[in-house]
């Protein structure tokens, strides 16, 4: 029969961005083991996903607005596509408990930014500030410029980010109760895998991979009932950096830097799928899954659209603009070139999923969704200048007692690159959308 569980592997498949979202979702399918009959438990799932995602890239301008209100100015307009394909496997290890795993793999990532709409080159503040130059920059054709309205490609990428580790529990499940919904409970260890994605413009060729090199954990719950003709479920999850791999970004340089690693994430998914067809006898059914996402992403710092550029602008052997002071205590600058990542400040994403599904006996299940993904916007470009310490009393300190950052001083945050993050120059991700188109093949034992 079609269940949820189809559902939840579906939207697992749906919600791969860069980052990878697959995550089991409510469902009153439950692997087991050690019952009367059957050994264990074994689901088999492919998952295929196309991803096109779109955003505005706005912009801070200088003003002296006597009201204070900041004004903005739309510079670059973004575009993103991603394939994607995920095996996993789900192997019941006894009563209504199960270990799982899963394994996204990006096929093809590919990047790049244009000119938006009504902004020509000598206009745009991208080049005029020197973060790319006039002919723009493409990493599939390093020596060439950029014609029309494309001023920067990145590289194409593939490879693993992360391997997804499970275990779950059904503490009820309708199956054995149809009096009770399906509650299940899991943990997922989330272990950063594969290459590192890295931008180099020296090295170039070589830099394709994905990986963000964050180990995480998911925290889960979910709810699943089913009905006559319909079935309804709910789910929450938490998802936590716990540590970043040898070489990854995301490195605290010490002094005043704040928020240097990767954002907490929190959600919750709900929705109902009604059978059109159900064939009890030969064990066939058709059904329509209609269902909706919100999902709050906590300040940190990531992998936004514009961090290929930033790096590339914080390259040391080219001298770009957003070179760093890794020592801002020193008597001399102490070049350091700037990761890319940078700071985002918090936003919240809403999701709208449709899918298609069909059960083939009691094995075999098949289904094709569309997810439809908005964020709100948010600053992608927010590096503090640093912490204002205490007088000294004891522990970290300042001579000073005032409420500034003093320059050349322990407060300061090594991150910080006034030309994106200083009031009046930050960049802010708009209009965001993505459209995911998944495919999803699965098989039960």
Not at 142 to 170: C, E, M, W, Y
Not at 301 to 312: G, I, L, S
Request: hydrophobic letters at 35%; glycine letters at 10%.
């Amino acid at each position: 029969m079609l269940t949820c569980g189809s559902v939840r592997n579906w939207i697992a498949t749906a919600l791969l961005v860069g980052t990878s979202l697959a995550h089991a979702n409510p469902a009153s399918d439950v692997p087991s083991a050690a019952d009367p009959g059957n050994t264990a438990d074994a689901h088999i799932t492919l998952d295929y996903a196309y991803e096109v995602e779109t955003s505005t890239i706005a912009r801070e301008i200088v003003n002296d607005d006597p009201t204070g209100r900041q004004k903005t100015t739309n510079d670059l307009s973004f575009h993103q596509y991603r394939h994607v394909i995920t095996p996993r496997l789900e192997l019941g290890i006894y009563h209504d408990t199960w270990f799982s795993v899963a394994l996204p793999i990006t096929v093809t990532q590919a990047r790049e930014l244009k000119l938006h709409d009504g902004i020509d080159r000598a206009g745009s503040t991208t080049i005029t500030d020197g973060l790319l130059p006039m002919d723009g920059f493409d990493a599939t054709d390093p020596t060439s410029p950029t014609t029309g309205d494309l001023i920067f490609r990145g590289r194409n990428r593939k490879g693993i980010d992360q391997v997804h580790l499970g275990l779950g529990v059904a503490p009820m499940s309708q199956k054995r109760d149809p009096t009770k919904p399906t509650w299940k409970l899991g943990a997922e260890v989330r272990l950063a895998a594969g290459k590192l994605m890295e931008f180099d413009r020296d090295s170039i060729g070589s830099e394709t991979g994905v990986s963000r090199g964050v180990h995480e954990l998911r925290l889960w719950t979910s709810f699943g009932r089913r009905f006559e003709r319909a079935e309804g479920w709910f789910e929450l999850f938490y998802q936590v950096p716990l540590r970043e791999r040898s070489g990854s970004l995301y490195k605290n340089p010490g002094f005043g830097a704040t928020n240097t690693g990767a954002g907490q994430q929190a959600g919750v998914s709900f929705g109902a799928e009604a059978y059109a067809l159900d064939d009890r006898a030969n064990k066939n059914r058709i059904g329509l899954d209609l269902g909706a996402r919100v999902v709050g992403h906590f300040e940190g710092r990531d992998y936004t659209e514009m961090w290929e550029v930033f790096a590339f602008a914080g390259d040391v052997n080219a001298g770009g603009p957003l070179v760093l002071d890794a020592d801002p205590v020193a008597d001399m600058r102490q070049d350091a070139r700037h990761p890319g990542i940078s700071n985002f400040e918090n936003f919240l994403e809403t999701s709208a999923k449709f899918a298609l599904r069909a059960d083939l006996g009691d094995h075999a299940r098949f289904s094709v969704g569309v997810d439809l993904k908005w964020r709100t916007d948010h600053m992608i470009s927010f590096a503090d200048a640093g912490v204002d310490f205490p007088l000294c009393g004891s522990g970290r300190c300042e001579n000073e007692d005032n409420d500034l950052v003093n320059p050349g001083t322990q407060e300061v945050n090594p991150l910080h690159a006034p030309l994106i993050d200083l009031v009046g120059h930050r960049y802010i991700s708009r209009d965001n959308f993505s459209l995911v188109i998944g495919i999803q093949g699965r098989v039960l034992w």
